[in-house]
């Protein structure tokens, strides 16, 4: 996601909120990789014990979200949470709007906005980011870890940064698993989320399910893994441990119910 917009057009127009539990808030948006396949995008908000906030993949900041947010527990957004090298470019703009929040964001990714200083010409500082080394010990603050665990997979390609809201047991992900089609994202566009020959073809081979974890399996392990697949394997059977049954992605539908089963199904191979 090089771009500073993820789609062209007002994203008031698009965007679908949605509360999904008391203290979760979804606001799910179109995207379309390469312009072509149709990922979707979904920042998540949520609601801490505290009544603060925390922004996790921050999509546009709509007057709408605004809104919310101002009527929302505290109103005040403490944590902004950039989970990978990828979904990162409305940080400038929540930091902006919320000056007091510490961002959260995996090693590498501030030097990459500083590599591009057309597209980011802020230096924003981030003032936690995670490492290899410090996945484990790195502390955000008491009202954080009471109500989240958060691991690094610092294996995948993308560098993840992965929640659990343990009041609710609800994952909620960037890129280490996608739902498609993502049919939420799409649903207040004339076109579908599965139009197109290329999307007839590509999503059904990326839809969660359980069993073996079909492509999605294969490219975890082939692809996405590639770089340290130790490293990743640890990752995954940690979050494996974890007690959930919902699983809120960045790209694709929320899956309701079986997100425990869907996970193993996926990374299976990370087991043996």
Not at 118 to 147: C, G, R, V
Not at 179 to 201: C, F, I
Not at 233 to 261: M, Q, T
Request: aromatic share 12%; proline share 5%.
């Amino acid at each position: 996601m090089s771009n500073t917009k993820l789609f062209p057009g007002d994203p008031s127009d698009v965007m679908v909120i949605r509360q999904v539990t008391e203290d979760i808030t979804t606001f799910s948006v179109p995207f379309s990789r390469f312009g072509l396949l149709k990922f979707g995008g979904r920042g998540t908000l949520i609601r801490l014990t505290t009544s603060n906030l925390a922004i996790f993949s921050p999509v546009a900041l709509t007057p709408a979200i605004h809104h919310l947010i101002t009527t929302t527990g505290t109103g005040k957004v403490s944590y902004i949470i950039a989970p990978d090298l990828e979904h990162h470019i409305y940080l400038s703009t929540w930091k902006t709007a919320f000056p007091d929040a510490k961002i959260l964001a995996p090693e590498g990714l501030y030097e990459k906005r500083r590599a591009d200083p057309t597209a980011y010409p802020d230096a924003t500082p981030f003032e936690f980011i995670f490492t290899k080394e410090n996945k484990h010990t790195l502390h955000i603050s008491d009202e954080f870890h009471a109500d989240f665990e958060i691991e690094y997979v610092d294996g995948h390609t993308n560098r993840e940064i992965v929640l659990l809201d343990k009041r609710s047991g609800t994952l909620i992900e960037a890129d280490l698993l996608f739902n498609l089609p993502a049919t939420e994202q799409y649903s207040r566009l004339r076109e579908g989320a599965g139009d197109g020959v290329a999307n007839r073809l590509f999503m059904p081979l990326v839809k969660l399910g359980g069993g073996e974890g079909g492509w999605q399996a294969w490219f975890m392990w082939w692809v996405l893994s590639k770089g340290d697949r130790e490293s990743f394997g640890d990752s995954v059977r940690r979050i494996a441990e974890w007690e959930f049954e919902r699983v809120v992605p960045c790209h694709g539908d929320v899956v309701e119910g079986k997100g425990k089963e869907v996970f193993r199904g996926v990374f299976g191979r990370f087991w043996g």
